[in-house]
T-cell receptor, first 109, second 116 residues
């Protein structure tokens, strides 16, 4: 496995920025996915990084450093609907996913 | 839109019962996966399949088996349910990955199973 590590919970206020960090073991690593999961719902795809650098998609951005085994998901201009669990997942060359335990983001008014 | 459906949202079974969880996807995806999700542990892979009639063990296959007789359908079987199999079960599917590409997984809504 890739031992995906991410914080358990983060709290931020509406309109703020939150950065969720994710670290992984680089052995056998291929790429990194971020998913959003609202309570009681299925995870939905947010972003995918395979090369070093920043991928921006509207209010959400994801960064990857392959040499450091590190990624982050940046959520800007937080909205109440962004309250959810955010899952980091590393993949190997066979396409097998290893998920982190998820980071619960709580957005307060 | 990709659609992954699971046969039940909630299921209550007794210890020792045989349990079938069904998953169907409508996008002709080659790959299908079964996970269980528990608080603090995240998603853990039980079994996956890259093609019809093919199956591979994931990280926690003990106590489970699977069946993939048709491309669109992937079934998870609990031969003799136990209380430690109480969990949320999520099915996912994806296209076949290329040499330099990865494909995202699309998840079903989940089945919350309670074993008494």
């Amino acid at each position: 496995g890739q031992n995906i590590d991410q914080p358990t919970e983060m709290t931020a206020t509406e309109g703020a920025i939150v950065q969720i960090n994710c670290t992984y073991q680089t052995s056998g690593f291929n790429g990194l996915f971020w998913y959003q999961q609202h309570a009681g719902e299925a995870p939905t795809f947010l972003s995918y990084n395979v090369l070093d650098g920043l991928e921006e998609k509207g209010r959400f951005s994801s960064f990857l450093s392959r040499s450091k085994g590190y990624s982050y998901l940046l959520l800007k201009e937080l909205q109440m609907k962004d309250s959810a669990s955010y899952l980091c997942a590393g993949t190997d060359s066979w396409g097998k996913f290893q998920f982190g335990a998820g980071t619960q983001v709580v957005v307060t008014p | 839109d990709v659609k992954v459906t699971q046969s039940s949202r909630y299921l209550v079974k007794r210890t020792g019962e045989k349990v079938f969880l069904e998953c169907v996807q409508d996008m002709d995806h080659e790959n299908m996966f079964w996970y269980r999700q528990d608080p603090g542990l995240g998603l853990r892979l039980i079994y996956f399949s890259y093609d019809v009639k093919m199956k591979e063990k994931g990280d926690i296959p003990e106590g489970y088996s699977v069946s993939r007789e048709k491309k669109e359908r992937f079934s998870l079987i609990l031969e003799s349910a136990s209380t430690n199999q109480t969990s949320m079960y999520l099915c996912a599917s994806s296209r076949e990955a290329g040499i330099l590409t990865q494909e995202t997984q699309y998840f079903g809504p989940g089945t919350r199973l309670l074993v008494l």
